[in-house]
């Protein structure tokens, strides 16, 4: 009982961080501006990097809403006493699977970025983008 309550406070404290991480990146997003702007890139880098950036924002969005439904159900399991442990744990897996998933896939971007950008403009974005 005691690591249940344990579970649902700190997944409920998690779901809050999410939620404020989340309305920052939206707010962030509206005043955006393009981090790759003291690189010096190539016309052929500037295309490859947005085809990347779009398509990385859309398996994002996709992601976050998967990571919330699922998170959304651990929460509703966790709280209704006829849900069973095994219920419980088994979404819990799901959750853990979405957030690998989620990281596989922000590795992934980095390491196409890796492909397009010269050693010079990855050592600016690592010291900040100056």
């Given amino acids: 009982m005691r690591v249940r309550k344990g579970l649902a406070a700190g997944l409920t404290v998690a779901m809050v961080l999410v939620g404020g991480v989340m309305a920052f990146a939206q707010k962030e997003q509206a005043k955006e501006t393009d981090p790759y702007q003291n690189l010096g890139l190539s016309t052929a880098q500037r ?3 947005d085809a990347l950036t779009s398509e990385r924002k859309t398996a994002i969005t996709a992601t976050q809403q998967k990571i919330i439904g699922i998170r959304q159900k651990l929460m509703g399991l966790l709280f209704d006493k006829k849900a069973s442990d095994r219920d419980i744990d088994q979404v819990a897996n799901q959750l853990a699977t979405a957030d690998k998933e989620a990281l596989l896939a922000q590795i992934k971007f980095h390491k196409a970025m890796r492909q397009i950008l010269t050693q010079e ?3 600016t974005i690592a010291k900040g983008g100056k």
Avoid: E, F
């Fill in 47 to 49: 295309s490859k990097l």
């Fill in 121 to 123: 403009q990855l050592a």
